[in-house]
């Protein structure tokens, strides 16, 4: 009867053992989850060099912490709006840092729009490096770092920020492709996106001041 018991205690185990890892890229951190617009907006950082072509708000400071995803952990992710300093227009920048226990050959980033069509975004960047080697007689490998940044349409991060719900933990899922079909999945905040464009129209209309 023990015997039994312990069997079925380990059937009903396992299949939750096997969920867990897909919690780990297809649902937000709590304490990021938890975070509002508002908390994005109140840490947007807005700097504007006159050398530059683009005043830039960035939600860089508005959640520091590293988090899991399906094939790497992302270290940074966060998301830019450059306003052109003769034009006035807005493009939107998102930033991803990976870091992978071995080189990885990404080649772009898809994503599903809003109509329900398939969206490929190339890279604006690139970087490459390697981190946390071993000493040189140590046992183990460095870690492969990739840092990409993309754009995404005016319409695309309206959709995002419109998925906002307090509390939700799902994320605006991308996908970041590799010839060899190892994508890496991640993900963006709604409340991200909604903070941003809550700040770069407060700071439009004369309400932040830059730094």
């Known amino acids: 009867m023990i015997r039994r018991m312990k069997l079925a205690m380990l059937a009903i185990a396992t299949p939750l053992a096997a969920a867990t890892p897909a919690l780990a890229y297809e ?6 989850a938890k975070l509002s617009p508002a908390d994005f907006a109140s840490k947007v950082q807005i700097v504007d060099d006159p050398s530059e072509p683009a005043i830039v708000l960035s939600t860089r400071d508005g959640y520091k912490q ?15 709006a450059l306003v052109d300093r003769k034009t006035g227009a807005v493009s939107w920048r998102v930033w991803h840092e990976l870091s992978m226990g071995s080189q990885r050959k990404i080649s772009s980033v898809q994503y599903q729009a809003g109509n329900g069509k398939l969206e490929q975004a190339d890279f604006l960047t690139m970087d490459n490096w390697l981190d946390q080697c071993p000493a040189t007689d140590g046992i183990g ?3 492969h770092v990739v840092r990409v940044a993309f754009e995404l349409s005016d319409e695309t991060i309206r959709e995002i920020a419109n998925a906002y ?12 492709k590799e010839a060899n079909g190892r994508d890496i999945l991640s993900g963006i905040a709604p409340a991200e996106a909604a ?3 809550n700040s770069l129209e407060s700071w439009s209309q004369g309400g932040s001041k830059s730094n």
């Open 141 to 143: 490998s460095c870690n």
């Open 27 to 32: 649902r937000l951190p709590t304490g990021l």
């Open 165 to 176: 719900r307090p509390g939700e933990r799902t994320p605006w899922r991308l996908r970041f």
């Open 195 to 197: 903070g941003l464009i």
């Open 66 to 80: 590293g988090r899991s995803v399906k094939g790497a952990r992302a270290e940074d992710v966060y998301l830019q």
